[in-house]
Protein backbone atom coordinates (compact mmCIF):
# COMPACT_ATOMS: atom_id res chain seq x y z
CA UNK A 1 0.00 0.00 0.00
CA UNK A 2 0.88 3.42 -0.11
CA UNK A 3 2.17 3.88 -3.66
CA UNK A 4 2.60 7.60 -4.82
CA UNK A 5 2.91 7.37 -8.86
CA UNK A 6 5.62 10.30 -10.63
CA UNK A 7 5.01 11.13 -13.78
CA UNK A 8 7.43 11.59 -16.34
CA UNK A 9 10.60 10.13 -14.74
CA UNK A 10 12.62 12.14 -16.66
CA UNK A 11 11.42 14.77 -19.31
CA UNK A 12 13.77 17.04 -21.47
CA UNK A 13 12.93 20.34 -23.19
CA UNK A 14 13.63 23.52 -24.68
CA UNK A 15 13.90 26.33 -22.99
CA UNK A 16 10.94 28.86 -22.99
CA UNK A 17 8.26 25.74 -23.32
CA UNK A 18 6.25 24.44 -20.30
CA UNK A 19 6.47 21.09 -18.29
CA UNK A 20 3.82 19.45 -16.33
CA UNK A 21 4.56 17.06 -13.52
CA UNK A 22 1.98 14.82 -12.50
CA UNK A 23 1.87 13.38 -8.83
CA UNK A 24 -0.90 10.54 -7.94
CA UNK A 25 -1.68 8.59 -4.52
CA UNK A 26 -2.88 5.21 -5.99
CA UNK A 27 -4.29 3.53 -3.18
CA UNK A 28 -5.16 6.48 -0.74
CA UNK A 29 -6.51 9.65 -0.81
CA UNK A 30 -3.91 12.38 -0.34
CA UNK A 31 -6.01 15.42 1.99
CA UNK A 32 -2.33 17.36 1.25
CA UNK A 33 0.79 16.78 -1.50
CA UNK A 34 3.79 18.25 -1.38
CA UNK A 35 6.52 19.77 -4.23
CA UNK A 36 9.98 19.51 -3.61
CA UNK A 37 13.44 20.30 -5.15
CA UNK A 38 16.53 18.70 -4.90
CA UNK A 39 19.21 19.60 -5.87
CA UNK A 40 22.32 16.75 -6.44
CA UNK A 41 24.07 15.84 -3.45
CA UNK A 42 21.42 18.60 -1.19
CA UNK A 43 18.25 17.60 0.83
CA UNK A 44 14.86 17.93 -0.31
CA UNK A 45 13.24 21.74 -0.20
CA UNK A 46 10.21 22.19 0.21
CA UNK A 47 8.87 24.11 -2.42
CA UNK A 48 4.94 24.63 -1.91
CA UNK A 49 2.07 22.39 -0.36
CA UNK A 50 -0.84 21.85 -1.80
CA UNK A 51 -4.50 20.97 -0.36
CA UNK A 52 -7.32 19.21 -2.42
CA UNK A 53 -9.50 21.76 -3.75
CA UNK A 54 -7.61 25.29 -2.22
CA UNK A 55 -4.33 27.00 -3.87
CA UNK A 56 -0.89 25.54 -3.03
CA UNK A 57 0.90 27.13 -0.41
CA UNK A 58 4.71 28.44 -1.54
CA UNK A 59 7.63 28.62 0.56
CA UNK A 60 9.44 31.42 0.61
CA UNK A 61 11.66 32.45 -2.40
CA UNK A 62 9.49 29.81 -4.73
CA UNK A 63 7.67 31.81 -7.89
CA UNK A 64 4.27 31.08 -7.49
CA UNK A 65 4.24 32.20 -11.18
CA UNK A 66 6.65 30.05 -12.47
CA UNK A 67 6.02 26.64 -10.91
CA UNK A 68 2.11 26.23 -11.12
CA UNK A 69 0.13 23.72 -8.75
CA UNK A 70 -2.90 22.11 -9.24
CA UNK A 71 -4.39 19.89 -6.77
CA UNK A 72 -7.81 19.10 -8.62
CA UNK A 73 -8.74 16.13 -6.78
CA UNK A 74 -7.81 14.05 -3.39
CA UNK A 75 -5.30 11.73 -5.77
CA UNK A 76 -3.81 14.05 -7.50
CA UNK A 77 -1.74 17.01 -8.21
CA UNK A 78 0.38 18.45 -10.96
CA UNK A 79 3.44 21.19 -11.21
CA UNK A 80 4.11 22.78 -14.27
CA UNK A 81 6.87 24.62 -14.76
CA UNK A 82 6.54 27.44 -17.30
CA UNK A 83 8.60 29.13 -19.52
CA UNK A 84 11.72 26.44 -18.37
CA UNK A 85 15.23 27.80 -18.35
CA UNK A 86 17.80 25.91 -17.62
CA UNK A 87 18.58 27.35 -14.00
CA UNK A 88 15.63 24.93 -13.50
CA UNK A 89 16.97 21.74 -14.38
CA UNK A 90 16.72 19.56 -11.14
CA UNK A 91 14.93 16.69 -9.48
CA UNK A 92 11.52 17.53 -8.55
CA UNK A 93 9.66 15.19 -6.14
CA UNK A 94 5.93 14.87 -4.94
CA UNK A 95 4.81 13.01 -1.93
CA UNK A 96 1.78 12.45 -0.78
CA UNK A 97 0.53 12.79 3.15
CA UNK A 98 -3.22 10.30 3.84
CA UNK A 99 -3.99 12.03 6.37
CA UNK A 100 -4.23 10.60 10.52
CA UNK A 101 -1.32 11.64 13.62
CA UNK A 102 2.21 11.89 12.21
CA UNK A 103 2.00 13.31 8.94
CA UNK A 104 4.14 10.27 7.37
CA UNK A 105 4.92 11.38 3.50
CA UNK A 106 4.67 8.76 0.60
CA UNK A 107 6.89 9.57 -2.35
CA UNK A 108 6.61 9.65 -5.56
CA UNK A 109 9.93 8.05 -7.63
CA UNK A 110 11.03 11.98 -8.88
CA UNK A 111 11.82 13.47 -11.93
CA UNK A 112 14.14 14.92 -13.51
CA UNK A 113 13.97 17.83 -15.40
CA UNK A 114 16.16 19.15 -17.96
CA UNK A 115 16.12 22.45 -19.48
CA UNK A 116 18.41 22.83 -22.87
CA UNK B 1 20.39 26.23 15.30
CA UNK B 2 18.91 24.15 12.72
CA UNK B 3 16.00 22.29 13.53
CA UNK B 4 17.42 19.32 13.19
CA UNK B 5 20.71 18.03 12.57
CA UNK B 6 22.03 15.10 10.44
CA UNK B 7 26.41 14.45 9.95
CA UNK B 8 26.30 13.85 6.04
CA UNK B 9 29.17 11.69 5.99
CA UNK B 10 30.05 9.95 3.94
CA UNK B 11 29.88 6.94 5.68
CA UNK B 12 31.70 4.15 4.34
CA UNK B 13 31.24 0.35 5.60
CA UNK B 14 32.77 -3.36 4.80
CA UNK B 15 29.84 -5.71 4.20
CA UNK B 16 28.40 -7.48 7.68
CA UNK B 17 29.01 -4.22 9.70
CA UNK B 18 26.41 -2.59 11.74
CA UNK B 19 26.06 1.10 11.12
CA UNK B 20 24.62 3.66 13.10
CA UNK B 21 22.80 6.63 12.00
CA UNK B 22 21.79 9.56 14.23
CA UNK B 23 19.69 13.06 14.39
CA UNK B 24 19.60 15.63 16.65
CA UNK B 25 16.91 18.17 16.71
CA UNK B 26 15.73 21.59 18.66
CA UNK B 27 11.97 20.92 18.99
CA UNK B 28 10.73 19.42 21.66
CA UNK B 29 6.70 19.45 20.50
CA UNK B 30 8.80 16.69 17.67
CA UNK B 31 6.48 13.53 18.61
CA UNK B 32 6.94 11.49 15.09
CA UNK B 33 9.84 10.24 13.73
CA UNK B 34 10.72 8.42 10.74
CA UNK B 35 12.99 7.61 8.83
CA UNK B 36 13.56 7.59 4.78
CA UNK B 37 16.08 5.54 2.19
CA UNK B 38 16.88 7.69 -0.81
CA UNK B 39 18.61 5.62 -3.54
CA UNK B 40 20.52 7.70 -6.61
CA UNK B 41 17.95 9.66 -8.29
CA UNK B 42 14.94 8.09 -6.88
CA UNK B 43 12.21 9.77 -4.41
CA UNK B 44 12.73 8.64 -0.65
CA UNK B 45 11.39 5.74 0.09
CA UNK B 46 9.65 5.01 4.00
CA UNK B 47 11.70 3.00 6.22
CA UNK B 48 10.60 3.17 9.87
CA UNK B 49 7.76 5.33 11.91
CA UNK B 50 8.38 5.72 15.78
CA UNK B 51 6.00 7.68 17.44
CA UNK B 52 7.33 9.31 21.07
CA UNK B 53 10.30 7.69 22.69
CA UNK B 54 11.53 3.88 22.02
CA UNK B 55 12.27 1.67 20.20
CA UNK B 56 11.21 -0.71 17.17
CA UNK B 57 12.62 -3.02 15.03
CA UNK B 58 12.18 -4.01 11.51
CA UNK B 59 14.37 -6.59 10.34
CA UNK B 60 17.78 -5.78 10.05
CA UNK B 61 16.28 -2.27 10.75
CA UNK B 62 15.95 -0.44 14.73
CA UNK B 63 14.64 2.59 15.59
CA UNK B 64 15.59 4.87 18.36
CA UNK B 65 14.10 7.72 19.69
CA UNK B 66 15.85 8.77 22.84
CA UNK B 67 13.51 12.61 23.29
CA UNK B 68 15.01 13.25 26.66
CA UNK B 69 18.44 13.78 25.03
CA UNK B 70 16.42 15.21 21.36
CA UNK B 71 18.41 12.49 19.67
CA UNK B 72 17.39 9.71 17.47
CA UNK B 73 19.06 6.74 15.86
CA UNK B 74 19.04 3.89 13.12
CA UNK B 75 20.90 1.09 13.06
CA UNK B 76 21.62 -1.48 10.35
CA UNK B 77 22.76 -4.98 11.39
CA UNK B 78 24.40 -7.06 8.77
CA UNK B 79 24.90 -4.49 6.23
CA UNK B 80 24.61 -5.32 3.04
CA UNK B 81 25.84 -3.40 -0.35
CA UNK B 82 21.97 -3.21 -0.81
CA UNK B 83 21.77 -0.86 1.63
CA UNK B 84 23.92 1.59 0.00
CA UNK B 85 21.98 5.25 0.06
CA UNK B 86 21.32 8.49 1.12
CA UNK B 87 19.21 8.07 4.54
CA UNK B 88 17.37 11.03 5.62
CA UNK B 89 16.16 11.49 9.35
CA UNK B 90 12.34 13.58 9.39
CA UNK B 91 10.25 14.13 12.11
CA UNK B 92 6.98 16.35 13.21
CA UNK B 93 4.72 17.32 15.60
CA UNK B 94 1.40 16.48 16.52
CA UNK B 95 -1.81 17.51 14.62
CA UNK B 96 -2.34 17.16 10.82
CA UNK B 97 -0.90 20.20 9.82
CA UNK B 98 2.42 19.96 10.80
CA UNK B 99 4.82 19.43 8.17
CA UNK B 100 8.03 16.79 8.11
CA UNK B 101 11.18 18.60 9.08
CA UNK B 102 13.98 16.24 7.51
CA UNK B 103 18.03 16.17 8.26
CA UNK B 104 20.07 16.29 5.49
CA UNK B 105 20.76 12.96 4.78
CA UNK B 106 23.82 11.15 5.64
CA UNK B 107 25.23 8.86 2.80
CA UNK B 108 26.04 5.53 3.02
CA UNK B 109 28.04 3.32 1.21
CA UNK B 110 28.35 -0.33 1.83
CA UNK B 111 31.37 -2.41 0.61
CA UNK B 112 31.33 -6.10 -0.18
Known amino acids: GAVVSQHPSWVICKSGTSVKIECRSL??????MFWYRQFPKQSLMLMAT?????????EQGVEKDKFLINHASLTLSTLTVTSAHPEDSSFYIC????????????FGAGTRLSVL | QKEVEQDPGPLSVPEGAIVSLNCTYS??????FMWYRQYSRKGPELLMY????GNKEDGRFTAQVDKSSKYISLFIRDSQPSDSATYLC????????????FGKGTKLSVKP
Open chain 2, 27 to 32: NSAFQY
Open chain 2, 90 to 101: AMSESGSQGNLI
Open chain 2, 50 to 53: TYSS
Open chain 1, 50 to 58: SNEGSKATY
Open chain 1, 27 to 32: DFQATT
Open chain 1, 95 to 106: SARPGGPGNIQY
